[in-house]
C-alpha cells in the first residue's frame, strides 16, 4: 500500500497521498487544497458533505482471509467475513488480514475533522472513503489509515490501538478506573418495564430481590423517568407523576432495607432523543449551555455543553444517584450535520459530557455510541456497550448478540472495559447468557420483570455479597476463531484469563457451537495466550466436571451437540495444588487474591469463600482454613479436591500440604 507523496495538480486542486512507519505502525495520509486564482471573486467549488474522497490502495499481497468489523447502524459494528477485497461489508472501521505467515490490522483513521471507512474494493485494490458530514469544506489534510503487522491477529490489532491512543490523547483500557459499582451484580429497569418505571414498581422489584436474596448491588432506572414532550426533556427533576416525591424517598427506603447501594439513571447525549425542549424552563435555565442546530434542535454544545451536564448531574446526586447511563452517543454527528465536521462533534460531545460527569466521578455507562468517532474520542471513562440490545422476544437474538459482543470486544478492548448489556434470568437462553457475563470482563445486570428473577441463574456469576468474580479483559475470539464464519464452520471459541495480582494465573475457553449439527471442539491451552508457557495444563470441564493433564501443545478434544455449549478452565501445572476457585461461579478462579507456595504447602489466599476446590495428582495431608485444620472436611473426586467453605465476601486463607 504505497503512497508516494508526489503533489498532483489539476482543475484548481492540489493533492497528495504520502505513507510513513511510525512506533511500529504504518500511516497512510491525504493533503488537498481547492485553490482559487482569485478567491473573492469566483464561485467556490467545496467538497460534498459526504464522501467527497473515495481512494483506492494496491497492497503488496493479497490476504488469505479477512475479517471486518463494521457498523450495521449508527450505533454498533458487528464481524463480517470475506475472501476478497470486493467483499468487505461498506462502513467497516476495523479490517482483520491473515497471510501465510503474519496478520495485519488496518484501522480508517478518524481525524480531526474527518472520519474514514472501507467499502467493497476490487480484487485486488482496498477502497477507503472519507467523509465530514459537513459540505464546504477547502482542505483536506488527515491520516487516512493505520495499519500494522505482527505474527498474531491480537499482537496486530494491539499495535494500531496503541498508536491511535497516543495521538488521541486518549487512555488505554488498562489506565482506566473501572467505577467500583460495576465491579457488583446489578439490575435494570428496561426489559422489565420499558418507558412505564415508576416508584411503585421499582419499589416492587426491589421488595422481590430482597425477598429472593438475590445480591443485587446497584439498580439503573431506565428511560421513562423524566418529563419530556414530544421526545425532548422538559427539566432535569423526575416525573412526578411516576415519581411523586422524586428519587430520594424510593432510594431512602430501599437502601434502608437491603445492601442495595447505588442507583443510576439512563439519558440521552442530546438530553432525550429530540434533545431539550426549547419551550421548557429547562432550555431558558440552561440556554449558555445549549445549541440550536440548523434543523432547530437544541443539544449539548459541543464546545461548552459540560455545564449541562454538571448541572443535570448536580441535580441527581442530590436525589441519592450515584452514576449514569448515557445513551445515542454516535448521534452526535447527525445532530451537527453540516453544521461541525462528524470528528470535531464528536469529540467536542465526548469530552463535555466527560468534563461534566465529573460531579459523578466518571461513573458512566456509554451505550450506543460504537461508531469509531466515539470510540476515540472518550478521554478517561471506562465502560461502554459493546454490542447492540439483549431482544428477550426475539427467538434468534442470542447468536447475534453472542457475535457481536464476541468479534467486537477484538478492538474494543483496547480501550474500554466492555459491557455486553443485560439479559433475563427467565428465560430459554438464560443460561447461555449467564456464562457470557460471568466471562466477558465487564459489568452484569439482569432486566427481569417482577417476579421473574431466577436467584440461580445469577448464583454463578456473584459471591454471596453481590461481588462479581471479573475476568482480566473482555473475553474474544480464539486466534484460529478470528477469521472463521462460527456459522459456517462449527464452533465459537472464546477465552479469557483470571488475574492473581499483576499475573495471569488461570485461563478458560467458552465454546459455543453454533451450527447445525454436533461438532468437535478442540483446543490446546496455549490459546489463551496469557497463561502460555508452562510445561503442563490441567483442563477442568465445567459442566462434566472432569479434569484432564495436557502436556503443552496437546489437544483437548470433546464433542458438542447442536446449540451446545461449554466451559473449560485451564489451570498451569505447577506439581502442586492447581486453584480451580470456587467451584459454583464459572470464573470462581478469580476469586485467588494471591498464592505462595513453600516448601511442600501451597496456599491460597481468596477474595471470597464458598465450595472451593484444586486439582492435584496426589492427595494432600493436611489442609487448613484460616489456620484451622479441615482435613476431614475434604472431598475427592479423582484429581478434584474441595472444601465447603460457608459462602462469603469476606478473605479466605486456604493452605494445602
Known amino acids: 500500500m504505497a503512497a508516494d507523496g508526489k503533489e498532483v495538480s489539476c482543475d484548481n486542486m492540489i493533492l497528495s497521498a504520502y505513507e510513513r512507519e511510525e512506533e511500529g505502525v504504518r500511516l497512510c495520509g491525504l493533503k488537498l487544497k481547492i485553490c482559487y486564482a482569485e478567491p473573492l471573486l469566483e464561485e467556490h467549488i467545496n467538497l460534498a458533505m459526504e464522501a467527497p474522497v473515495t481512494a483506492y490502495f494496491r497492497p503488496d499481497e493479497v490476504p488469505e482471509k479477512i475479517t471486518s468489523l463494521y457498523m450495521f447502524g449508527p450505533w454498533w459494528s458487528r464481524p463480517g467475513f470475506a475472501d476478497s477485497f470486493k467483499d468487505i461489508p461498506d462502513r467497516t472501521q476495523v479490517a482483520l488480514f491473515r497471510y501465510a505467515d503474519r496478520c495485519g490490522c488496518l484501522v480508517p483513521m478518524v481525524g480531526d475533522r474527518l472520519k474514514s471507512y472501507l467499502t467493497g474494493g476490487t480484487e485486488d485494490e482496498i477502497c ?85 436474596k438475590v445480591p443485587v448491588r446497584w439498580m439503573l432506572f431506565d428511560d421513562g423517568w423524566f418529563p419530556s414532550r414530544d421526545r425532548m426533556v422538559t427539566d432535569f427533576a423526575p416525573d412526578t407523576d411516576k415519581f411523586p416525591g422524586g428519587f430520594r424517598p424510593v432510594i431512602s427506603d430501599i437502601r434502608s432495607r437491603s445492601d442495595i447501594e447505588w442507583f443510576g439513571i439512563w439519558h440521552a447525549l442530546g438530553g432525550y432523543w429530540g434533545g431539550v425542549d426549547p419551550e421548557s424552563s429547562l432550555a431558558e435555565r440552561e440556554e449558555q449551555y445549549l445549541y440550536r442546530t440548523a434543523n432547530n434542535v437544541l443539544i449539548p454544545d459541543y464546545r461548552h455543553g459540560s455545564g449541562f451536564y454538571r ?110 448489556d443485560m439479559f433475563w434470568t427467565k ?28 436467584p440461580e441463574v445469577l448464583k454463578p456469576l456473584a459471591c454471596s455479597d453481590g461481588k462479581l468474580l471479573m475476568m482480566a479483559r473482555s473475553a474474544r475470539p480464539t486466534e484460529d476463531c478470528v477469521f472463521t464464519d462460527p456459522l459456517k464452520e462449527g464452533v465459537l471459541k472464546l477465552s479469557n484469563y483470571a488475574a492473581c495480582g499483576d499475573l495471569a494465573y488461570a485461563g478458560g475457553i467458552a465454546a459455543y457451537n453454533l451450527s447445525g449439527s454436533t461438532q468437535t471442539v478442540s483446543f490446546t491451552p496455549e490459546e489463551v495466550p496469557e497463561i502460555a508457557g508452562a510445561e503442563k495444563y490441567w483442563v477442568y470441564d465445567y459442566f462434566g466436571k472432569e479434569a484432564h493433564l495436557l502436556g503443552s501443545g496437546e489437544k483437548y478434544e470433546a464433542e458438542i451437540d447442536r446449540d451446545g455449549y461449554a ?77 465447603d467453605m460457608q459462602e462469603s465476601g469476606e478473605t479466605a486463607i486456604l493452605t494445602i500440604k
Open 567 to 643: 466451559w473449560y478452565v485451564i489451570v498451569p501445572f505447577t506439581g502442586k495444588a492447581a486453584f480451580l476457585g470456587l467451584l459454583d461461579k464459572y470464573a470462581g478462579a478469580a476469586a485467588a487474591e494471591n498464592i505462595i507456595e513453600k516448601g511442600d504447602s501451597v496456599t491460597f489466599v481468596m477474595k471470597a469463600s464458598g465450595r472451593t476446590g484444586w486439582l492435584s495428582e496426589t492427595e494432600p495431608s493436611a489442609v487448613y482454613l484460616n489456620g484451622e485444620e479441615i482435613t476431614d472436611r475434604v472431598v475427592s473426586e479423582g484429581c478434584l479436591y474441595y472444601a
Open 311 to 420: 448541572d443535570w448531574c448536580r441535580s441527581l446526586k442530590s436525589e441519592g444517584i450515584d452514576f449514569i447511563k448515557v445513551d445515542g452517543q454516535s448521534t452526535a454527528p447527525f445532530y451537527y450535520e453540516n453544521e461541525v465536521p462528524v470528528a470535531e462533534a464528536a469529540r467536542g460531545m465526548n469530552r463535555e459530557l466527560e468534563t461534566g460527569s465529573f460531579e459523578m466521578d466518571g461513573a458512566i455507562i456509554n451505550c450506543m455510541g460504537m461508531a469509531m468517532e466515539n470510540v476515540v474520542a472518550r478521554p478517561a471513562s471506562a465502560i461502554s456497550r459493546n454490542s447492540d440490545d439483549f431482544f428477550p422476544s426475539r427467538d434468534e437474538s442470542f447468536v447475534e448478540h453472542l457475535l457481536q459482543n464476541a468479534y467486537n470486544s477484538i478492538y474494543h478492548n483496547e480501550i474500554y472495559c466492555c459491557d455486553w
Open 128 to 212: 477507503l472513503v472519507m467523509t465530514a458530514l459537513r459540505g464546504g469544506l477547502e482542505s483536506i489534510d488527515e491520516i487516512m489509515y493505520v495499519y500494522a503487522e505482527a505474527e498474531t491477529a491480537y499482537k496486530a490489532v494491539h499495535r494500531a490501538f496503541a498508536w491511535i491512543i497516543r495521538e488521541k490523547g486518549i487512555l488505554p483500557r488498562e489506565e482506566r478506573r473501572i467505577p467500583e459499582m460495576f465491579r457488583y451484580l446489578g439490575w435494570c429497569s428496561w426489559d422489565a418495564f420499558y418507558t412505564d418505571i415508576s416508584a411503585e414498581l421499582v419499589t416492587q422489584k426491589a421488595d422481590e430481590l430482597i425477598d429472593k
Open 427 to 454: 428465560h430459554p437462553y438464560a443460561s447461555k447468557h449467564s456464562l457470557l457475563r460471568a466471562i466477558s470482563g465487564g459489568p452484569v445486570y439482569f432486566s427481569d420483570k417482577i417476579g421473574e428473577t431466577d
